[in-house]
Nanobody, 127 residues
Framework: QVQLVESGGGLVQAGGSLRLSCAAS????????MGWFRQAPGKDREFIAA????????YYADSVKGRFTISRDNAKNTVWLQMNSLKPEDTAVYYC????????????????????WGQGTQVTVSS
């Protein structure tokens, strides 16, 4: 089992920034590729960003490319999502997820590829 706890969400004005954190526990963090997803009210869950277990590979959704940055520190069992130039359409509950992998540069962008999920953190961007 892997437990994931997100933090760092909140209310921010358009154009502002937030940094989300996801703390992992329970298993060897460096064996997991990590991802961030979001879900807005009335919409399907959406892939945002992914990072390989070694941090050598990253992948972003077109909607956030150039504005969001995913990173991780395996020594701290933590993955982050730095969100800049936020827009009202970024408003959603943000989830981190972990996928067991043996490929250190593999990134995963489909939610059914992930094994564990956090409880989510709300991000609200006002116009």
């Amino acid at each position: 089992q892997v437990q994931l706890v997100e933090s760092g969400g909140g209310l921010v004005q358009a154009g502002g920034s937030l940094r989300l954190s996801c703390a992992a526990s329970g298993r060897t963090f460096s064996n997991y590729a990590m991802g961030w997803f979001r879900q807005a009210p009335g919409k399907d869950r959406e892939f945002i960003a992914a990072i390989s277990s070694s941090a050598r590979g990253t992948y972003y959704a077109d909607s956030v490319k150039g504005r969001f940055t995913i990173s991780r520190d395996n020594a701290k069992n933590t993955v982050w999502l730095q969100m800049n130039s936020l827009k009202p359409e970024d408003t959603a509950v943000y989830y981190c997820a972990a996928a067991r992998t043996t490929y250190t540069i593999s990134v995963k962008h489909k939610d059914d590829e992930y094994d564990y999920w956090g409880q989510g953190t709300q991000v609200t961007v006002s116009s």
